[in-house]
T-cell receptor, first 116, second 115 residues
């Protein structure tokens, strides 16, 4: 069964600094998709970045980038030049295919606080 | 609408009552998902619709939970005989066709509190 582990329940970072959130997962599949979502207090899950496992190049979206290590089953999120608006819960998600359905398996989240 | 919307935003009910939670997906999205997020946890899959049909309801915890999507757009999650353990945030998401790797876009959720 696929599992997603986020080992850092809480983290903090100074504004303008860089922070890395860790995520590991377990799967026997070879082709799959990984996602990072941000959930601010408004509750809405917002896509931050996504990675296809068959692509060796790490995904990048502006200040957000990932370090995807397929052999180690690791998918960490790096936030550069942290901003106060980055304060939120961050969830790592593995997209699992079961019975024809593509559904997310989420980790338990990391609460990130950006300090002024 | 521009995004996924959910109503009500918050719902307080008493144990044993019936509740309905509504989701309006992004226009044109055929795939619709319901997830449940308990306090301190990540969302967990409940049910997936492709068009009007429930293609996968393997995440529904028991037969008190039911969902419909009669016209292939708006969906309603129905919970009968609510229990305190049903208290959670119920999230709805939609994607274009439900295909491999498609991003799912989430609504703001309904926070359900069962007293």
């Amino acid at each position: 069964a696929q599992t997603v582990t986020q080992s850092q329940p809480e983290m903090s970072v100074q504004e303008a600094e860089t922070v890395t959130l860790s995520c590991t997962y377990d799967t026997s599949e070879n082709n799959y998709y990984l996602f990072w979502y941000k959930q601010p207090p408004s509750r809405q899950m917002i896509l931050v970045i996504r990675q296809e496992a068959y692509k060796q190049q790490n995904a990048t979206e502006n200040r957000f980038s990932v370090n995807f290590q397929k052999a180690a089953k690791s998918f960490s999120l790096k936030i550069s030049d942290s901003q106060l608006g980055d304060t939120a819960m961050y969830f790592c998600a593995f997209m699992k295919r079961a019975s024809g359905t593509y559904k997310y398996i989420f980790g338990t989240g990391t609460r990130l606080k950006v300090l002024a | 609408g521009a995004g996924v919307s959910q109503t009500p935003s918050n719902k307080v009910t008493e144990k044993g009552k019936y509740v309905e939670l509504r989701c309006d997906p992004i226009s044109g999205h055929t795939a619709l998902y319901w997830y449940r997020q308990s306090l301190g946890q990540g969302p967990e899959f409940l049910i997936y619709f492709q068009g009007t049909g429930a293609a996968d309801d393997s995440g529904l915890p028991n037969d008190r939970f039911f969902a419909v999507r009669p016209e292939g757009s708006v969906s309603t999650l129905k919970i009968q005989r609510t229990e305190r353990g049903d208290s959670a945030v119920y999230l709805c998401a939609s994607s274009l066709m439900g295909g491999a790797g498609e991003t799912q876009y989430f609504g703001p959720g309904t926070r359900l509190l069962v007293l």
